[in-house]
């Protein structure tokens, strides 16, 4: 197994690996060759790249503010009317009562 790799290790390092890969591999294939990209040449990710990300965030927060403004009224109306309710029964209550 030792010796195995210190074979491959030689021939790589003797650039026969580099030598069969181009020969079987690049100059064999019957692929459309693409244009190599220059390394090293990418660009910086500005607000433009960006803009979707915020105007989604955008959304959310005012869709959940939306959503609480709503929650608050309707738990006003809820209280309003079960204290309304919890007085009329007292009014009834004492007026029956009384009478």
Do not use: H, P
């Not at 790589?12 to 390394?39: H, M, P, V």
């Amino acid at each position: 197994m030792i010796q195995n790799n210190m074979s491959i290790l030689q021939l790589r390092e003797q650039g026969t690996i580099a030598k069969l890969r181009k020969k079987w591999w690049d100059e064999k294939s019957q692929c459309i060759k693409k244009a190599k990209k220059a390394t090293g040449s990418t660009t910086r990710l500005g607000l433009k790249n960006m803009a979707g990300v915020f105007i989604i965030l955008l959304g959310g927060v005012l869709c959940a503010l939306v959503l609480i403004i709503i929650e608050i009224k309707c738990k006003r109306v809820v209280d309003y009317l079960t204290r309304s309710q919890v007085c009329y029964d007292l009014y009834r209550a004492c007026f029956y009562i009384s009478t």
